[in-house]
């Protein structure tokens, strides 16, 4: 399995302007999640999708973001409009609904707003 | 607000020695426990989970369980510089979600 996809690697944006991160799970997974990380933070869990349902987005951080997916093999998370205080790297990770499993991360989004 | 916490580090151990990192977590209802290493600049990456008290162990890596004391533990045996990452404890209650800790730097010395 080619594991959990992240697109773009690296995105550098100026304020104001709308960025969309993508992510493909990994097959069969039913779990999805999207998690922000900085230096301050650290791991911060933004929202999670169960077979495509949004089921807490309690993290994430005002009306400016939002995620969707579409489908089993498909998500985004969309920041508009973006702010310098955005810039984090945002991780992509998702299982199967078993406690006996922990989560698979993707490489992460490096987002930078200048 | 469930919680768990870290050593920040920089933990600093020499090569061939016992690296041991420390966790606690404030929700008793906590059902999961995984440790997660991260190099500089990558994603976490699953290393060990554990579910019961007592130690689980695999290969260099031995995970501890005190669900009474609220704390889990990680110990690397036989440190090699290649081990030098952050490593971040995640805890799971009910349901799906892990709540990670803030991460340990682990630094081992040639």
């Known amino acids: 399995d080619a594991g959990v996809i992240q697109s773009p690697r690296h995105e550098v944006t100026e304020m104001g302007q709308e960025v969309t991160l993508r992510c493909k799970p990994i097959?069969?997974?039913?779990?999805l999640f999207w998690y922000r990380q900085t230096m301050m933070r650290g791991l911060e869990l933004l929202i999670y999708f169960n077979n495509n349902v949004p089921i807490d987005d309690s993290g994430m951080p005002e009306d400016r973001f939002s995620a969707k997916m579409p489908n089993a093999s498909f998500s985004t998370l969309k920041i508009q409009p973006s702010e310098p205080r955005d810039s984090a790297v945002y991780f992509c990770?998702?299982?199967?609904?078993?406690?006996?499993?922990?989560?698979?991360f993707g490489s992460g989004t490096r987002l930078t707003v200048v | 607000q469930k919680e768990v916490e870290q050593n920040s580090g920089p933990l600093s151990v020499p090569e061939g020695a016992i690296a041991s990192l420390n966790c606690t977590y404030s929700?008793?209802?906590?059902?999961?426990f995984f440790w997660y290493r991260q190099y500089s600049g990558k994603s976490p990456e699953l290393i060990m989970s554990?579910?019961?008290?007592g130690d689980k162990e695999d290969g260099r890596f031995t995970a501890q369980l005190n669900k009474a004391s609220q704390y889990v533990s990680l110990l690397i045996r036989d440190s090699q510089p290649s081990d030098s990452a952050t490593y971040l404890c995640a805890v799971r209650g009910y349901g799906q979600n892990f709540v990670f800790g803030p991460g340990t730097r682990l630094s081992v010395l040639p």
């Open positions: 929700d008793r209802g906590s059902q999961s």
């Open positions: 554990i579910y019961s008290n």
């Open positions: 097959s069969g997974h039913d779990y």
């Open positions: 990770a998702s299982s199967f609904s078993s406690d006996n499993y922990g989560y698979t």
